[in-house]
């Protein structure tokens, strides 16, 4: 894997390689490009559409749209016009090495080995001869069907490749045979590609790829191709070790906070703690003593010292003297958007799902079952804090860092600095971590500001504690259930009100429609339970200036949580077994019943557990993946242990099981730690929790057993990079009520726990 855009001119073919990223940036005419391209010495070069890949895989493919570059030294065009509108790009030069353009950034999920993989399966190359490059923003080329822009976020990445990619590669080993059999004057039919290489048959002829894609890209693109049928696959399917291991392992890998440019400074940030409040003034007298500060920078809402180094500009920081106009941000506390949100809850909201006579049904009930779910505000805490590099110059506008939206990078320099998007360049970096909080670009934003009035490049740096209390949060929500029950036990009856910001109001307006928040309401709207008489409502009900963004797992994290601890308390009422209890209401979703069936088998559900002990269990259909999860936990005077998670996933073909297993695994700790511990509380407007002391994570010492199956299935990939983390909290908290009888209905675990044994000790 290369180092991305920033060393990109240092690759082999670099004239190509620039070529390349220039048309796709939309900098570059076509005919322009393929000019250069044949100054650079030719090759192959294949424009991927990923325009099918919202279609249902049931439906079939229009085929790839791909077409060719230049083919040789003469500089003749290839006849295709308007095939350079691709979503990525597959360049194959003379030494047959294979170049990945792809629009999708790697933060951890192992998107950089799995596309890949797709490409190198169909093409028949090996994988180690495969690289990949960051896309550079470009809405046209380069958005995902399935979330309508050019970003990386609910588990796509694979789930949009899978046919495309497969595709474009087949196409191009068509061409390749296609251009060898033309040189011996053979029947394609006759050869067949093999490890980078076209081999006919019957005299045992072979050449490279390299030596072929001159000719190969003067031949039409075939419109129809033959994929590989899956029985045949080499390569997808079997465990593959990531191809971006080593250079994370030795420190080669380049994310946003390892840039370094010539006569670069540092800019340490102290933003108003409030939240919407902003700079009264500043006495900045003892910060420019300090030695290696050189300036202090004033912002709307902040202010930044500027240092030689990151020491300097941070004790510069910490001796600003600072007065803030705090603002009606400074009257939000947690019990007024508590109240808020139970109040909303009351109210009537818009339907987001109707099946059936639910007010008919429970008159008819034999029982009902009501609770109330609270779920609270969380931080992202990525592992690599908030930072961007900028040099903002006259004429134009660099950024350097980590994104997950890259377009809206561009558009955030476009706002601030009034250059043309054409002036801005975006060197997209490794993501250290995301989980949702690099979907936001208020960080670059404010990087940008300081930048204007700075005349090097700057890097601003947020510190954990600047990171964590000035974060964009995932929302609090409160859910409202009711449940109808016949005389066996069976739901006849199911109301569900979910009150809570909107994200995509923000995010994405056109997506909000007739007050409903898509996300919000995500898998409480579309449950794979038989449930004959429903009605699912959302009211928005956003917190007092408190910023809210998607986070790890985005909607069906809270609604996996609400729905699945209720159907546990169902299955309590109806004293009936919480697995036979959902084996009885999935009739209708087969490959739910499965991952059920797989999951509960390999954790041994059934024999009792020893006192203080507790298993629960959760079903998920999300991200076009069914999960179950088995978690055995231990309770001890309010402490709960997670001793075994045990996780069954259908995610459709398994591209490389290797990096289902591990974002299985990433994302149950993940989960763990949020359903246990974490939660931001506000107080006077200011974010209570400052740093890992007090936003506590899963240590080492407390890592569970987790085991994954993997269930082998035909079907097209589902995702998986979020899945794991959405579906976890109800097992753990219903193996806490088989535990201690003690129903958690309020996130974090620790705290309702702790309510619940004072409560108990006072009385």
Known sequence: MSQGLLDAQHAPNGAAHRATLAAASGQLSRRAFLKLG??????????????????????????????????????????QDGVFEPNAFVQIDRSGKVTLIIPKVEMGQGVYTSIPMLIAEELEVPLDSVTVDHAPPNAKLFTDPLLGGQLTGGSTSIRYAWQPMREAGAAARTMLIQAAAQQWQVDPASCHAKAGEVLHDESGRRIAYGQLVDAAAHLPVPQQVALKDPKDFTLVGKPTKRLD????????????????????????????????????????THAKQIPGVSQVVKVDNAVA???????????????????WNEGAGANVSMQQIVADLASASQREGAVARKDGDVQQAFGAAKTRVDAVYQQPFLAHATMEPMNCTVHVRPDGCDIWVGTQVPTRAVDAAVAVTGLRPEQVTLHNHLLGGGFGRRLEVDGITQALKIAKQLDVPV??????????????????????????????????????????????????????????DPDAVEVAADLPYDLPNQLIEYVRQEPHAVPTAFWRGVGPTRGTFVVESFIDELAVAAKTDPVTYRRNLLGKSPRALNVLDVATRAANWGPPMPKGQGR????????????????????????????????????????????????????????????????????RGRVTQTNFTDYRILRIDQMPQIDVHIVKSAEAPGGIGEP???ALAPAITNAIYAAT????????????????????KSA
């Not at 080593?246 to 840039?259: C, I, Q, T």
């Not at 398994?654 to 949020?674: H, K, L, R, S, Y």
Request: proline share 4%.
């Open 38 to 79: 044949a100054a650079a010495g030719g090759g192959l070069l294949l424009g991927i559409s990923f325009s099918a890949a919202a279609q249902d895989s049931t439906q079939g493919s229009q085929g790839p749209q791909v077409g060719q570059s230049v083919g040789g030294d003469d500089g003749n065009e290839a006849p």
């Open 245 to 284: 291991s080593p250079e994370k392992v030795d420190g080669s890998a380049l994310f946003g906070l390892d840039v370094r440019l010539p006569g670069m400074v540092y800019a340490a940030i102290v933003n108003c703690p409030v939240f919407g409040g902003t700079l009264a003034s500043v006495d900045d």
């Open 305 to 323: 010292v500027i240092g030689a180094h990151t020491w300097a500009a941070k004790r510069g920081a910490s001796a600003l003297v600072i007065e």
């Open 459 to 516: 890097k601003v740096l947020y510190t954990r504690e600047e990171d964590i209390q000035h974060d964009m949060y995932r929302p609090f929500y409160y859910d409202r259930l009711s449940a109808g029950l016949d005389a066996n036990g069976k739901p006849v009856a199911w109301q569900h009100r979910i009150a809570g910001s909107s994200i995509l109001a923000r995010f994405a307006p056109p997506a909000f429609q007739h007050g409903i």
């Open 616 to 683: 629960g269990v959760s079903v998920m259909h999300a991200f076009g993946s069914f999960l179950c999860m088995v978690a055995d936990v231990t309770v001890d005077d309010g402490d709960v242990r997670v001793n075994r998670v045990v996780c069954a996933v259908d995610c459709g073909m398994a591209v490389n099981p290797e990096t289902i297993e591990a974002q299985m695994q990433g994302g149950i700790v993940f989960g763990i730690t949020a359903a246990l511990y974490s939660e931001i509380t506000i107080e």
């Open 724 to 726: 794991g983390t959405a």
């Open 741 to 760: 009888g003690k129903r958690v209905r309020q996130l974090p675990v620790g705290r309702q726990l702790m309510n619940a044994g004072s409560a108990a």
